[in-house]
């Protein structure tokens, strides 16, 4: 069983930044790749980014070079740096795990979800 918990939501302007984290319960953290999704208000839950146990990423096509995801094994912890930051990446942000070292992007591949925290953006 994993548990996961999201933290570094907010508000901030158009243009600002934020990092978000996910701490990660669990003694096979590292055996896990994990991903961020996100959820805007009536829309599909799309996938963000992932990593996977070597470090092996893939970023979506929309946060490609404003968003970076990394992770920290001692901490067993995932995080996503975000910069450039535009009203429309507004969103509730998931963290998410799955069993297997090697990323995917399709939110079914991945079995453990947190709760989300909430991302504004204002213009």
């Known amino acids: 069983q994993v548990q996961l918990v999201e933290s570094g939501g907010g508000l901030v302007q158009a243009g600002g930044s934020l990092r978000l984290s996910c701490a990660a319960s669990?003694?096979?953290?590292?055996?896990?790749?994990m991903g961020w999704f996100r959820q805007a208000p009536g829309k599909e839950r799309e996938f963000v980014a992932a990593?996977?146990?070597?470090?092996?990423?893939d970023h979506a096509d929309s946060v490609k070079g404003r968003f970076t995801i990394s992770r920290d094994n001692a901490k067993n912890t995932v995080y996503l740096q975000m910069n450039v930051l535009k009203p429309e990446d507004t969103a509730i942000y998931y963290c998410?795990?799955?069993?297997?070292?090697?990323?995917?992007?399709?939110?079914?591949?991945?079995?453990?979800w947190g709760q989300g925290t909430q991302v504004t953006v204002s213009s």
């Open positions: 998410a795990a799955r069993t297997f070292r090697t990323i995917a992007t399709m939110r079914s591949n991945y079995f453990y």
């Open positions: 669990g003694r096979t953290f590292d055996n896990y790749a």
């Open positions: 990593i996977a146990w070597n470090d092996n990423r």
